[in-house]
């Protein structure tokens, strides 16, 4: 759990900042950490740097007022917090912190910049790629469907579990890299794509719940679940869906399976997470837990 890893970061910090040699205990870049206070109740605890499309978790004393990019974040009862941090941001991340006794704390994370190739997606269905006025506006009004239940901003804690694999296979397209669909440029690739047969169930990485299930024009079978605090995934081009909106359900539930429907060019699981609006990788929500 996430608060092992805490203790493990507690315990090797005194005060910020954290000794080279605890960093290179750890085998990722978030792992490294800002540490402000002496006893636990009191810590502030967040990574010193993080990726493009992380999620950045944090510890703050329980009860505390934290905000991000002018938002104020939930707080569990553990004092955990949750933010994303874009494909695009350049420059680090501020974080304000207000303890319950009054103590204010300003962080800031810096944001490692990341490669993304340009990846050439040939033999979609034209048809995806340059849909018509009728078609266009569809697409709109589904992605406001889709929008709004990223919104959420949902107490339950599935975020901060340790994520699992989906399904498991290759990964056939990783998140960020810049996409031409048949010869023309599309928006950068938002979650990663893993190879799997036509059927493979697919499970739910943490537990959340349902909060879309339905047959887009551009996605095929999609899901969405929401972990809580903004943190959400969402599964596309499903050949079948097993789940309804409302349905709670619980890391390794099986949600549906895998299937080629929507803009696809052959059977695949497209995983791809958000913090609210922010598009996330979850390859580094996955690298978080191991
Ligand atoms: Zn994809």
Redesign the pocket.
């Known amino acids: 759990m996430r608060l092992a890893i805490f203790a493990a970061l507690l315990a090797a910090t005194t005060v910020a900042p954290v000794t080279a040699s605890a960093a290179a205990q750890t085998s990722t870049p978030e792992a490294a950490a800002t540490a402000i206070g002496t006893d636990m109740d009191t810590r502030v605890v967040f990574p010193l740097s993080v990726q493009q499309g992380a999620l950045v978790i944090g510890k703050v004393p329980p009860g505390s007022s934290v905000t991000h990019d002018g938002r104020r974040l939930r707080v569990t009862g553990y004092g955990s917090v949750a933010f994303g941090v874009a494909r695009d941001q350049e420059g680090p991340v501020q974080v304000s912190v207000t303890r319950p006794d009054g103590v204010a704390d300003e962080i800031s994370i810096a944001v490692q910049p990341r490669d993304f190739p340009v990846e050439r997606v040939n033999g979609v269905p034209g048809k995806t790629v340059k849909p018509p006025p009728a078609i266009a506006k569809r697409i709109a009004r589904e992605q406001a469907l889709v929008t709004a239940a990223r919104e959420r901003d949902d107490p339950r804690t599935g975020f901060a579990e340790r994520f699992i694999w989906p399904v498991e296979g290759r990964i056939s397209?990783r998140f960020g890299n810049q996409r031409i669909y048949n010869g023309t440029p599309g928006s950068a690739?938002?979650?990663?794509?893993i190879a799997a047969a036509s059927g493979t169930p697919v499970k739910a990485p943490a537990s959340g719940v349902v909060t879309f299930a339905g047959d887009l024009y551009l996605t095929g079978g999609t899901i969405l679940l929401d972990h809580g605090h903004g943190v959400s995934s969402n599964f596309?081009h499903l050949s079948r869906m097993d789940v309804q909106v409302g349905d709670e359900v619980r890391q390794g539930d099986v949600i549906g399976a895998v299937g080629a429907t929507g803009r696809a060019t052959g059977p695949?699981l497209?995983w791809?997470m958000n913090w609210l609006t922010v598009r996330i990788d979850p390859l580094l929500v996955l690298e978080r837990g191991s």
């Open positions: 397209g690739h938002s979650g990663m794509d596309l695949h497209h791809g």
